[in-house]
């Protein structure tokens, strides 16, 4: 039964929840709203969900079926403000056996600096688009001064220590695909959670943890750490670092049920500045390469009515990147990587400002040239008249936007962030994108890899992608 079709009120509706990682049978009260487990094929009644690796909804046969777009209601006017009801609280995406009790402040303040500020070199703000990273990274990266020596030149002195910013309990320790890239989850009470990836090494608080997790590749634990105990080292590459808050909620999603089949904390995703003591909120601030506010950046620039924002091809679940079609035939998708694709992100698109220099516009996008996936990520040069995404409408019809390969106008040092406030300028012309904007949320979009003459368009080919949000 479609979400959308249900007449019960509010109150009675019950969703139900999986939780992989948890306990069975854990049943859990968020906002006032049980949580029960429920899984794939099992029974349920009409207008339960569930929420395992895809959020789940009971079919007609009385068995829960993998939820699609339109299962969910449409948004309201204005968009979502807040949580809906249907999607998955925090609490689930971070399971956490006991959670650290929440400060009477009601609110978790990080009193020590994850990177000492002798060791931090300039942050690169979330919202950064790389590779397969099509749409804006929901997290931003801490620089370490280690990067500015050639690597064949460091050595051990040359690890830096990665520090707890506030009490908590670390809940997840994994390997992301290599012994030196590590992924920590800690929980700080307040439904607050602080992420750390890419880390190079377990250390301090976590090192009894180093050799288990090299030979299972992931672990869920409890291990209470304090504020500014150590538990890991850093030195060949920027640290991954994020906060998320169950109590907050991006408005500039326009369509949040695109992250319940991946990544579902995203909006919950905070600017962490407000979380740390003011005096280390300054600190950090200072060392940010985005001089705009907010000098965090943003990663949710949905504008509804325009071409601004994340784009998902038609026919597929959101951040996933599966066809809709193989889930309706599959009870138990394989995870991570999509069939007969190069990436998962091969049907993302998202057409968004850079994030250091918001004024020029990117076109990012997981399929270019090759339909298995080729992500690239390609400056926006509008001709005059021509409106920016952010500003392009039904009303302007179809526009054609050349491609430029794009670079840094100030160098690279070794493998060092760029420093404060650094330019990009275009390059070559990399092709032509031709762009429509639709109504209801809909992007009909046409790319011309290769091309470096404006072609003459009239009207869309059998190229022609329609993507939805």
């Not at 009193?111 to 070199?121: F, H, R």
């Not at 707890?164 to 309990?169: I, L, Q, V």
């Not at 990836?197 to 976590?206: E, F, I, K, T």
């Not at 493998?415 to 012309?429: F, Q, R």
Request: charged share 15%; proline share 9%; aromatic share 10%.
């Amino acid at each position: 039964m479609p979400i959308m079709d249900l007449v019960m009120p509010l109150s009675s509706f019950r969703v139900h929840v999986v939780l992989a990682a948890c306990l069975a049978l854990r049943v859990v009260s968020v906002s006032a709203q049980t949580y029960h487990v429920g899984t794939y094929g099992a029974p349920c009644t009409a207008g339960d969900l569930a929420m395992g690796r895809f959020l789940l909804t009971c079919g007609a046969g009385g068995t829960y079926r993998y939820a699609e777009p339109d299962d969910i209601p449409p948004a309201p006017e204005g968009g979502f403000t807040s949580r809906p009801f249907w999607y998955p609280p925090l609490a689930m995406v971070f399971p956490v056996q006991s959670p650290p009790s929440c400060p009477l402040t009601g609110r978790v303040t990080f009193t020590s600096p994850v990177i000492a500020p002798e060791d931090l070199a300039p942050i690169i703000p979330q919202g950064m688009m790389v590779a397969d990273h099509v749409t804006p990274i929901d997290h931003g990266y801490f620089g370490v001064t280690p990067l500015v020596k050639p690597r064949a030149t460091r050595t051990e002195d040359d690890f830096v220590a990665v520090r707890a910013p506030a009490d908590g309990d670390v809940t997840e320790v994994s390997l992301l695909g290599s012994p030196t890239s590590i992924r920590v989850v800690v929980a700080h009470g307040c439904d607050t959670y602080s992420v750390y990836m890419v880390l190079n090494r377990l250390s301090g608080a976590l090192a009894f943890l180093q050799d288990d997790l090299q030979a299972r590749g992931s672990l869920r634990v409890n291990v209470r750490i304090l504020a500014g105990e150590e538990f890991g080292r850093q030195r060949d590459n920027p640290l991954d670092f994020s906060v998320h808050d169950g109590g907050a909620w991006l408005r500039g999603f326009a369509s949040p049920f695109s992250y319940t089949s991946s990544e579902s904390w995203k909006p919950y995703t905070v600017d962490p500045w407000p979380y740390f003591a003011p005096d280390l909120a300054e600190l950090y601030t200072a060392h940010m390469q985005r001089q705009a506010e907010p000098r965090w950046g943003r990663i949710d620039l949905d504008v509804p009515g325009t071409a601004s924002g994340n784009w998902f091809l038609d026919g597929t679940l959101g951040y996933s990147g599966m066809l809709l079609e193989t889930l309706r035939s599959e009870s138990q998708p394989a995870g991570g990587m999509v069939e007969g694709k190069n990436t998962y992100a091969w049907s993302h698109l998202a057409l968004v400002p850079h994030w250091v220099q918001p004024s020029k516009w990117l076109l990012s996008t997981g399929w270019f040239a090759d339909e298995r996936g080729d992500p690239k990520q390609l400056l926006i040069e509008p001709d005059a008249g021509q409106p920016a995404p952010g500003a392009l409408t039904v009303a302007h019809g179809v526009v054609v936007y050349r491609l430029r390969q794009w670079g840094f106008a100030t160098p690279l040092v070794n493998e060092a962030p760029l420093p404060v406030g650094y330019d990009i300028e275009g390059g070559v012309t990399a092709g032509f994108a031709a762009v429509q904007v639709l109504d209801g949320d809909r992007l009909s979009v046409e790319l011309f890899p290769g091309v470096t003459t404006r072609p003459v368009f009239t009207d869309f080919g059998p190229n022609r992608r329609l993507y939805r949000r």
